[in-house]
């Protein structure tokens, strides 16, 4: 080479150098935001005081709101979105348009803009009430009017451009950002971004369609790439897990049992307790439950359509009957068949206790007492229950405004009864803590509404169930005792191993002092199950030691539940697979029942 090609090369190289450094430069340019104020155009508070009011608060559905998120600066891939306080804005945070499930919500929304602009218009958002999205259904529509008078219109679709707030799915332009448990269930946000034209733009308006749309924050800025947040399957949170001292003590398990206790982990399968056991016990099979001698699986499936929901699981476990999902101890033709626990109160006079953490109008309670074609029938569920005559019957406050007429503050009853009235003119007392369980008089039923919160902790359920244990032991006939732990179901549905286990927990000391009163006793048959699996969780060790965690989607699945029983008739489940029809099947046969 000669020293002129040196000197040309080293030119070139110098050009090159200083080009790369302008882009550089240029990329290296911090992208700008402007969060729009939603103020102007906010329709409704993140927080909602009462369910079905009309006066909204987020989608009008009580607790079950938005109220956990943090106001102020939220900053997700860079871009700045600002989330207003129901406070400072006199509960005008948030855009919520009601769509065809809240037609009384407003249907449009306007945010002034003031002849702001940028490359991008970005929405923090989410949909609720979606039809499928394959049907490629419509949220809404979105329009960005500019200053010169032209306006831009996009179809904003459900499984495109927006998701579902109580999913994990996310989709092309909707990435999920944020994420949270709401103590009901387990809520997302998701960023999308409209390409705008290079001008000043006016305004933003916001039109429902084919579904809810809650909009949280606007901000117009430059065109940067949004990143999803990762699911968060690491567990860092420390529990209280039960265990035993000693094997359980021995037992007949061809004997005749006096009572019969149920536990139920709603959504509880395999794939729970082996992330429990891990978590807790660095090991599987190392739960209470797993300790119980009789240690098989369970068939969930029902009539369809798809897998069983908890309804028609319910109804096998109560009735020994297959169905349709949705239905409530009826047959898939709508004939109600008596459930064990309704004969074994009627025809041998034992004493029944149906305790949930979740409404007891709600679908896996409703199973043991209700006769309904569709299990969102809550007024009617909620008079089976009145007239059930049940011992006892305990849940959260969300199943408590079906026992008052609409007149009333918390009522949602068209036929105006006051349940709880008739009920106590029945003998019922009515209770909404543990102290008040603990106190309630001997001589009387109790009716509870537990408090929202008050059913999250491990050993709430176990508490629950060793006052009930202590007033049903009185009646010589025995009784039946159903206990449900809705917190695993919540877990799969979310993808949200904290829920997983701190549900599967629940179950474990409901399941310990259950054996340990049975131990004690030598005459009472205790059952754990789940009505299905929800979200086909497993869990292993890494080779490094590490816990992994997988969810492979968020939907209930006919993967077989594991069944552990303990006891006197526990002799009759000891085989590789039952049915969940057998529970049922079996206890009527023990009991000597007569429901068919
Ligand atoms: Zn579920």
């Given at each position: 080479m000669n020293d002129k090609m040196k000197i040309s090369t080293w030119v070139s190289t110098c050009v090159l150098f200083c080009l790369s450094l302008a882009l550089a430069l240029n990329v290296a340019a911090a992208p700008s935001f402007t969060p729009l104020p939603l103020g102007g155009g906010a329709t409704t508070a993140?927080?909602?005081?009462?369910?079905?009011?009309?006066?909204?608060?987020?989608?009008?559905?009580g607790g079950n709101d938005l109220s956990v998120i943090k106001s102020g600066r939220l900053k997700i891939s860079g871009i700045s979105f600002d989330i207003l306080d129901d406070e400072a804005t006199g509960g005008k945070s948030c855009i919520v348009l009601g769509g065809p499930n809240r037609?009384?919500?407003?249907?449009r929304a306007e945010i002034p803009v003031d002849g702001k602009q940028g490359a991008m218009l970005y929405l923090l958002h989410a949909a609720a009430w979606?039809?499928?999205?394959k049907a490629k259904p419509v949220t809404g529509l979105l329009f960005v009017d500019y200053a010169d008078g032209s306006t831009t219109e996009w179809?904003?679709?459900?499984?495109?451009?927006v998701a579902d707030w109580a999913k994990p799915d996310a989709y092309k332009n909707a990435i999920r950002v944020w994420t949270a448990y709401n103590a009901n269930t387990q809520v997302s946000l998701f960023a999308s971004k409209f390409k705008l034209d290079a001008k000043p733009v006016k305004s933003v308006r916001f039109e429902a369609r084919e579904s809810a749309w809650m909009v949280v924050a606007a901000t117009l800025g430059d065109d940067v790439k949004i990143a999803g947040i990762k699911p968060n399957l690491n567990l860092d949170k420390t529990y209280a897990a039960p265990t035993l001292g000693k094997p359980p003590a021995a037992f007949d398990a061809n004997a005749i049992p006096k009572n019969v206790i149920l536990i139920i982990g709603d959504g509880m399968g395999p794939g729970a307790l082996q992330l429990t056991s891990l978590y807790?016990?660095?090991?599987?099979?190392?739960l209470v439950m797993e300790q119980l001698p009789v240690d098989t699986r369970c068939v969930t499936v029902?009539?369809?359509?798809?897998v069983t929901d908890s309804a028609a699981a319910a109804t096998a476990f109560a009735t020994g009957i297959k169905t349709k999902?949705?239905?409530?101890?009826?047959?898939?033709?709508?004939k109600a068949v008596v459930s064990i626990a309704e004969a074994a109160s009627r025809q041998k006079g034992k004493s029944v206790a149906i305790i949930t953490?979740?409404?007891?109008?709600?679908?896996t309670p409703a199973g043991f007492y209700a006769h309904v074609s569709?299990?969102?029938y809550h007024e009617e569920i909620a008079v089976f229950a009145a007239t059930s005559g049940y011992d006892i019957l305990i849940g959260g406050?969300?199943?408590?405004?079906?026992?008052?007429?609409?007149?009333?503050?918390d009522g949602k009853r068209e036929d105006g009864r006051n349940l709880i009235n008739e009920m106590a003119s029945a003998g019922y007392a009515c209770i909404e803590n543990q102290a008040a369980f603990d106190q309630a008089p001997a001589g009387k039923r109790v009716v509870g509404f537990m408090p929202q919160?008050?059913?999250?902790?491990?050993?709430c359920l176990a508490d629950l169930e060793k006052t009930a244990l202590g007033r049903l032991?009185?009646?010589?006939?025995g009784f039946f005792m159903m206990l449900e732990c809705a917190i695993t179901d919540k877990g799969g549905h979310g993808n949200n191993p904290e829920l997983s286990v701190r549900g599967t927990l629940q179950v474990d000391w409901a399941v310990k002092a259950a054996l340990e009163f049975a131990e004690a006793r030598g005459d009472t048959l205790v059952m754990v199950t789940a009505d299905h699996e929800t979200g086909a969780l497993s869990a292993r060790i890494s080779a490094d030691g590490k816990l992994l965690i997988s969810y492979a989607t968020t939907s209930h699945t006919d993967i077989p539940v594991r069944f552990l029983a303990y006891g006197p008739g526990s002799g009759r489940f000891d085989r590789p697979l039952i049915d969940n029809t057998d529970v049922g099947r079996t206890i009527a046969s023990l009991w000597d029942l007569d429901i068919y």
């Open positions: 993140f927080a909602d005081k009462h369910p079905d009011d009309r006066k909204g608060g987020w989608l009008d559905l037609p009384y919500l407003p249907a979606c039809p499928p999205a179809r904003v679709r459900f499984g495109r451009d807790q016990h660095k090991a599987e099979g190392r029902s009539l369809g359509p798809s999902n949705s239905r409530l101890g009826m047959t898939e033709d709508k953490s979740d409404g007891i109008t709600d679908a569709a299990r969102n406050v969300k199943g408590k405004p079906w026992f008052f007429g609409k007149d009333t503050a919160g008050t059913l999250d902790s491990e050993t032991s009185r009646n010589d006939k």
